[in-house]
Each structure stands twice: as structure tokens, then as C-alpha cells.
T-cell receptor, first 117, second 116 residues
Framework: GAGVSQTPSNKVTEKGKYVELRCDPI?????LYWYRQSLGQGPEFLIY????????DSGLPNDRFFAVRPEGSVSTLKIQRTERGDSAVYLCASSLMNPGSNTGELFFGEGSRLTVL | AQKVTQAQTEISVVEKEDVTLDCVYETRDTTYYLFWYKQPPSGELVFLIR??????QNEISGRYSWNFQKSTSSFNFTITASQVVDSAVYFC?????????????FGQGTELSVKP
């Protein structure tokens, strides 16, 4: 497809389990972002990649959260020892380049809804 | 610290009414970007507009218009002659220019319901 693709769309897991969420950005987009959105709230920034490197990971809540983008395209958000408070929709976005250089438009996926029981 | 406040949690209007969504922000940066995004029921955030802090000109795009007032730290969004398809959650967001617009601070969102 032409848009940002996120899988799985829904994930239910038990407390303490490990989870991986995948993001496939729009082809050619060098910048990739992860956000987390809790019910009734606005998205909250987690991490930003420019190419393969994490340019800003200041939003990751703790060391249970980790993200990679080894080839500068697909990214995986990894959550270890999940807790009930991790339940949220995890949104991925991509853009052509650093958004300061263009209209600033981030293209978002539909998100991965994570439920930790 | 940066903060975005959207005081209106929910707004309900009847089709063809005009509606204004309020956004107030806080930042210590002298230059920054402001954004509006739309989130329909599908969940995918859709970009509507970005403004630079040094450009206070109001903007109109079809039925949409934006009023940026630096003196009151507000960036309000008006939909003229609302339609049922405008029903969605609308988010105002802020970023520092040194972040080059990628790390957005979002408000809590305003859920707009347009009834036929």
C-alpha cells in the first residue's frame, strides 16, 4: 500500500510478556516516528529515527522500551516485561526528511492497539 | 516546558453551523511550529496545517481557517458550514524549530460531532 503500515493492528498480551510492534513507512521516507496514544489523550512522542539511527529517544518511558530501524526503512518497537499501564495505541509516522525542511507533514499509520491483561 | 491545551473536550453542532476549536499553547522557545491534525474514527492522524511562529498571517483553505495570535498564545481553528464528514477528533500540536518539527507536543484533542 501507499501509506504507513503497522502490524499487528491489535495485540492482546499478558502482563510480563514481550511484545514487538512493526512499522513499515512510506517508501523513500527517511524520518520515522513512534508515538503512544492513551484513551482520550493526544499522542505522546516516544522516539524519532533519521535513517537508521535514533535521533531522539527522549520520549521512551523507561528501559523496557526499545526501538530499532536496522536498514533505515522498517522499524520495530519492542516492549519487555509488559505492564498494564503500557496498554495504548502505538502510532507510527514517517516523513520525507526532517520535517523542518518541508510542510511539516507527518504521515501516520492507523496504529497498533496493545492491551496488556 | 512546552504544553498545548485544548479546553473543549467535546463539541456537538448541527450541519452547516460554523464551529471554532480553541488551542492555547505554552513554550519558552522564541521560534516554534504549530500544527492541527484530524483523527477520524479509523484512527489515522491526518495533517491539516503547519504554521511558523514568525508568520502570524491567518490562513484559509476552503471551509477551514486558522487564526494565530502570538500575543495570546492561541492557534484557533474554524470550520465554516460544517459537514457530517468533519466529525472527528482534532488535535493541536506544538514543536520547537530546533527539533525541526518532528517531535510534536499534542493537546488532549477536541471531539467534534456534526449531526445532520
Amino acid at each position: 500500500g501507499a501509506g504507513v503500515s503497522q502490524t499487528p493492528s491489535n495485540k492482546v498480551t499478558e502482563k510480563g510478556k514481550y511484545v514487538e510492534l512493526r512499522c513499515d513507512p512510506i517508501s523513500g521516507h527517511t524520518a520515522l516516528y513512534w508515538y503512544r496514544q492513551s484513551l482520550g489523550q493526544g499522542p505522546e512522542f516516544l522516539i524519532y529515527f533519521q535513517g537508521t539511527g535514533a535521533a531522539d529517544d527522549s520520549g521512551l518511558p523507561n528501559d523496557r522500551f526499545f526501538a530499532v530501524r536496522p536498514e533505515g526503512s522498517v522499524s520495530t518497537l519492542k516492549i519487555q516485561r509488559t505492564e498494564r499501564g503500557d496498554s495504548a495505541v502505538y502510532l507510527c509516522a514517517s516523513s520525507l526528511m526532517n520535517p523542518g525542511s518541508n510542510t511539516g507533514e507527518l504521515f501516520f499509520g492507523e496504529g497498533s492497539r496493545l492491551t496488556v491483561l | 516546558a512546552q504544553k498545548v491545551t485544548q479546553a473543549q473536550t467535546e463539541i456537538s453542532v448541527v450541519e452547516k453551523e460554523d464551529v471554532t476549536l480553541d488551542c492555547v499553547y505554552e513554550t519558552r522557545d522564541t521560534t516554534y511550529y504549530l500544527f492541527w491534525y484530524k483523527q477520524p474514527p479509523s484512527g489515522e492522524l491526518v495533517f491539516l496545517i503547519r504554521r511558523n511562529s514568525f508568520d502570524e498571517q491567518n490562513e484559509i483553505s476552503g471551509r477551514y481557517s486558522w487564526n494565530f495570535q502570538k500575543s495570546t498564545s492561541s492557534f484557533n481553528f474554524t470550520i465554516t458550514a460544517s459537514q457530517v464528514v468533519d466529525s472527528a477528533v482534532y488535535f493541536c500540536a506544538l514543536s520547537a524549530i530546533y527539533n525541526q518539527g518532528g517531535k510534536l507536543i499534542f493537546g488532549q484533542g477536541t471531539e467534534l460531532s456534526v449531526k445532520p
